[in-house]
């Protein structure tokens, strides 16, 4: 059975720093993207950051320049750095990842970010 295990979310003060980690737990056939993704109170799930198998990365607007998205294939984890973090960066923060038949996603990490 395939499990996505979220660890590192917190509490922190504005401009202050978190790192997540997500980690496959079981097989997924041909890992493909990798991605983060966040839902506030009230609003919808939006993309945070996503990366290729080669390492392509592309952002949200609004994380560029703060957030940085990485992965190590060897672990099978996907790792989320972020920085001058934002009262409007509370979320619940899923990692998703494609395998070749499904997405699968984590159970999500509580990010919250003090004024």
């Known amino acids: 059975q395939v499990q996505l295990v979220e660890s590192g979310g917190g509490l922190v003060q504005a401009g202050g720093s978190l790192r997540l980690s997500c980690a496959v737990s079981g097989t997924i056939f041909s890992i493909n993207a990798m991605a983060w993704y966040r839902q506030a109170p009230g609003k919808q799930r939006e993309l945070v950051a996503k990366?290729?198998?080669?390492?392509?990365?592309g952002y949200a607007d609004s994380m560029k320049g703060r957030f940085t998205i990485s992965r190590d294939n060897a672990k099978n984890t996907v790792y989320l750095e972020m920085n001058s973090l934002k009262a409007e960066d509370t979320a619940v923060y899923y990692c998703?990842?494609?395998?070749?038949?499904?997405?699968?996603w984590g159970q999500g990490t509580q990010v919250t970010v003090s004024s």
């Open positions: 998703n990842v494609e395998g070749r038949w499904r997405n699968y």
């Open positions: 990366i290729s198998r080669s390492g392509s990365t």
